[in-house]
Every structure is written in C-alpha cells, then in structure tokens.
C-alpha cells in the first residue's frame, strides 16, 4: 500500500512539473521533416533556409523509391513534411491518395520552373508536385581500361567486363534497362517476357561488382569499377559516356508534400526557397543532374552547362520514355527476380 500511494504521489507530481512545463516553456521550435535520398539536398543550402526561416531541418533518408512508397504507405503520409521520389512511385502516391494539392499561392517561385518538366503523366496539372532535378541513365566507362566495344545494353554482359559493372541499386532501372536490351519497353507488363528479363539478368551477375543506390559513380571515380550503368553525377575528363542505341528513360524527381504533414506552411516555404534561381541552380551543381528551373540558367556555372552527361544535347538524345507505375502482378514478379538476383 505504501509503494502504491508514493508512486501515485509521484505520478502526480510529474504530471504537475509537465503541466508547469507546458505553461512556462515559449512556443516550440518549427520544424521540416524531409525524406529523400542520402546526399541528395546539399547541406549549405539546408543550413541557408534554417537561417533565413528559423525551421529546423530533420532529414530522413531511404535507399530505394521502393523503400520510400513503403514507409509512405505505412504512416498514410503522416511521418513526413516534404518527400522526394522520382515520377513513377509519385504517381502511385498521388493515386492512392497519399500526397496533397500544393497551395501555388505560398510558392510564388513556381513561375520559374521550365515548363518540358511540367503537366506530364505524374502530375497533369501540376498541382501536386514540383520537379526538384531530372535525369537520364547512361553508360559510363573508363575508356583506358575498357577493351570491349560499348554499343548499348548488352555490351554490359561481355565476358570481359568480369566484376568491373557497377548499377544502381534500384529494381525498376536494372530491370528496365535488361528490358530494353531485349528490345522492349522499360514498362513491359508480359509476365513471361519479364521472365525472360530475370533470366538474362541472372546472366550478368558475373559483370557486376557492386550495386550502388547513392553514389555508384565514385566507384567508377576511384578506379574500384571500369564501367556502370548510372546517372553520372561528377563531370570526369577520363570518364566517357554511351547513349545506349536501344533507347533510355528520363526521370523527374519531385518535391511533394504527404497527405498527413504536420507542417505544411513550412513544406510549401521550403518548395518556394528551392524554386529560387540561386538556390536551384547550386542544387543541380550539387546533385549534377539535370536543372529544370528556366531562370536559374544564368546562375550555372559554365562547366556544369558543357557538361554532357548532364546537359544532353537533344539532337543526340534520341528516343526516351519516363518509367511508369506498373501492374501490381508485374511489380511483385519485378521483386521476385530482383530478390532472386541479390541474393544469387
């Protein structure tokens, strides 16, 4: 009895110090969640807003668009202020009704944004999302080291190329790209020619050395890797680069805000501050990706805008296609083959 009595005097007197504590303590500390990938947002310009706004930045990262729609599922958009992810898992989130409308009103910086990266299938009218960068895989290779001629996808299965590949860590790109080896698109829902895909991925096992979902290009960089598969992110005079002849895909990765963000003003402060031509500009140098706001041109530096792994020109372009969500049953037998390839 006494124990008890003396620990209901104590619940007591903690509730009372917090009851004190809520009425003397000054108003909390705003704050931005933000989920992306590691990396992906350059510090100095994080530190910039807390400074110029006094909202602290919480930065979560996920190492997959896989991972990110997961999580994004699990907490109904509730765990997050602001997600980046590429188009295709975006538009599931749109569909399925996990991101909101953005209020135009608060991001008056919108206007800058180049129009060839608005109203596409993710987003038709725009009114959820707000392409942060693009980008194109390519095939980058050390030409000093590499012996084989490089003419597209399947010039990544020469034997010579033994434990020499790197790829990103991502499932739909890896598969995509096996896919367009085949001559097919990257969005083929025919369960036996994704079938056909897991096969012949299996078969360039012996060429990878390493699957890379943050930063694959600094094993090309370093020397680790002669060749990769990847968006490359660091211009490098000894590095070339290959438009495969069968066709690449273009991605746009957008700024959203989830359904359940606790702090939407500050999501929408945050879109509007890297809307601003300085800013965007320095988070395409940082992220060397496509830049795809038309008023920070003047603002890039030389270098990055001659830099054509970046910068590709369209009359060499060729064809490409965005990467879209697919068929539930085509997805979970994209995951089969990918766990199968992983652990093989």
């Not at 705003?30 to 110029?52: C, H, K, R």
């Not at 992810?85 to 919108?110: Q, T, W």
């Not at 597209?152 to 790197?166: E, F, I, K, M, T």
């Not at 395409?284 to 530096?301: D, G, H, K, M, R």
């Amino acid at each position: 009895m006494k124990k008890t009595l003396i620990r209901a005097f104590s619940l007591v007197l903690i509730l009372a110090l917090m009851l004190m504590s809520v009425g003397c303590s000054s108003a909390p500390a705003q704050e931005l969640v933000i989920f992306s990938w590691a990396d992906y947002i350059d510090p100095e310009l994080l530190a910039q807003f807390t400074e110029e706004t006094g909202i602290a930045i919480n930065y979560n990262y996920y190492t997959s668009n896989e991972e990110m729609l997961t999580k994004l599922e699990a907490a109904e958009g509730g765990d997050y202020d602001i997600v980046i992810g590429s188009d295709f898992v975006v538009n599931i989130a749109r569909n399925e009704g996990l991101i909101m409308e953005i209020d135009k009103e608060k991001v008056p910086n919108f206007s800058n944004l180049n129009p060839a990266y608005l109203n596409h299938y993710f987003d038709p009218e725009a009114k959820y999302t707000v392409p942060y960068v693009a980008g194109t895989p390519l095939i980058v290779y050390d030409p000093a080291k590499v012996t084989c001629e490089i003419t597209g996808y399947n010039s990544l299965w020469d034997p010579s190329l033994a434990d020499q590949l790197v790829v990103m860590d991502d499932m739909r790109n890896v598969i995509g790209m096996t896919l367009k080896s085949m001559g097919y698109s990257l969005n083929t829902e025919d369960p036996e020619i994704i079938a056909q895909a897991g096969e012949k991925l299996l078969q360039l096992k012996p060429n990878i050395r390493a699957l890379d979902g943050d930063t694959p290009h600094e094993k090309l960089i370093s020397g680790e890797c002669t060749i990769g598969y990847l968006t490359m992110a660091e211009n490098n005079p000894d590095l070339a680069f290959y438009l495969p002849e069968e066709g690449t895909n273009i991605y746009v990765d957008a700024m959203c805000i989830p359904k359940g963000a606790a702090n939407k003003a500050n999501a929408e402060s945050f879109i509007n501050f890297m809307c601003d031509p300085e800013v965007s500009a320095k988070a395409s140098v940082f992220t060397q990706y496509i830049n795809c706001n038309s008023a920070a041109t003047e603002y890039l530096p030389q270098e990055f805008l001659d830099n054509k792994a970046v910068n590709i020109p369209a009359d060499t372009l060729g064809e490409t296609e965005f990467m879209q969500d697919i068929s539930a049953e085509a997805t979970e037998q994209m995951n089969e083959i990918w766990n199968a390839f992983k652990q093989a």
